[in-house]
C-alpha cells in the first residue's frame, strides 16, 4: 500500500523499519496490525505517527514476525529484513545505533523522572537489547 498509493513511501517504509528496530529494543510485544495506522493526505496514504508502544519485562518475541518466519527480538534479523523496507545496508546500521543509543539512557531518563531503583530494575529485562 506505501509504495503503491503512499505520498512519501521512502519516508515511511524507513520509518516503519525503524518502529521495529525500536520495539526490539524495549521489547514491545504487543505489536499487532491494530497499532500500525495511516492517514490519507491529498497526495496518498502516509503512516500515521507511531502510538501505542509499551516496554514490556519479560517479552519474548515480538508478536508480528519480523521476517517470514521470525519474530525474535534481534538486531541481526531487523536488519536483514532493512532491504524490504528499501532500507540500505549502510543506512540501517546507522539507524540500528541511534535507536540503540536513544533506548540505552532508559535507566537515566527514568531516574530524572522520579521512577525509583526498584521499578527500574523490576523493567530493566525490556531494554536487554539495547543494554548489550
Known amino acids: ?61 515480538l508478536s508480528l514476525n519480523i521476517s517470514d518466519v521470525d519474530n525474535a527480538q534481534e538486531l541481526a534479523l531487523v536488519r536483514e529484513v532493512a532491504p524490504y523496507f528499501r532500507v540500505s545496508e549502510a543506512r540501517a546500521h546507522a539507524i540500528v545505533d541511534e535507536v540503540v543509543g536513544a533506548v540505552r539512557d532508559w535507566r537515566g531518563v527514568a531516574e530524572r523522572w522520579g521512577i525509583g531503583r526498584e521499578e527500574r530494575e523490576r523493567m530493566a529485562g525490556a531494554f536487554r537489547v539495547a543494554d548489550g
Open 1 to 61: 500500500m506505501l509504495i503503491q498509493q503512499g505520498a512519501a513511501p521512502a519516508a515511511d517504509l524507513e520509518q516503519l523499519w525503524r518502529r521495529i528496530a525500536f520495539f526490539v529494543c524495549i521489547s514491545n510485544v504487543d505489536d499487532h496490525l491494530r497499532n500500525h495506522a495511516f492517514m490519507l493526505e491529498p497526495s496518498g496514504w502516509r503512516l500515521a505517527p507511531a502510538y501505542d508502544m509499551n516496554p514490556v519485562a519479560w517479552g519474548d518475541g
